[in-house]
């Protein structure tokens, strides 16, 4: 089955870079939108941005300027910079992709990573 792993999430000063990756992987025949979503404590889990697999990108209010959504489609990754972080940034970031996958599961489907925690302090 496919499998969608995050990393880089971790604690940063306000101001402050991140960098979030994830990876896709399994039967994977290809990988249609990709996206980050987040869910801060006592919140919904929302849109942070999503890219397709031409390049075309998409981002929540609350980020344009300061985050930058990116893939590369030969690794199955997609990568989130984050810049001039701020508390209100703070959440679990979750991976999401649309896959279709090979073998068995040819069908395109919805998949979530476990998510990776950044916390921005003041």
């Known amino acids: 089955q496919v499998q969608l792993v995050e990393s880089g999430g971790g604690l940063v000063q306000a101001g402050g870079s991140l960098t979030l990756s994830c990876v896709a992987s399994g039967s994977i025949f290809s990988i249609n939108l990709m996206g980050w979503y987040r869910q801060a404590p006592g919140k919904q889990r929302g849109l942070v941005a999503t890219?397709?697999?031409?390049?075309?990108?998409n981002y929540a209010d609350s980020v344009k300027g300061r985050f930058t959504i990116s893939r590369d489609n030969a690794k199955n990754t997609v990568n989130l910079r984050m810049n001039s972080l701020q508390p209100e940034d703070t959440a679990v970031y979750y991976c999401?992709?649309?896959?279709?996958?090979?073998?068995?599961?040819?069908?395109?489907?919805?998949?979530w990573g476990q998510g990776t925690q950044v916390t921005v302090s003041s």
């Open positions: 890219v397709t697999s031409d390049g075309r990108t």
């Open positions: 999401n992709a649309n896959i279709r996958g090979g073998g068995t599961y040819y069908t395109v489907r919805n998949y």
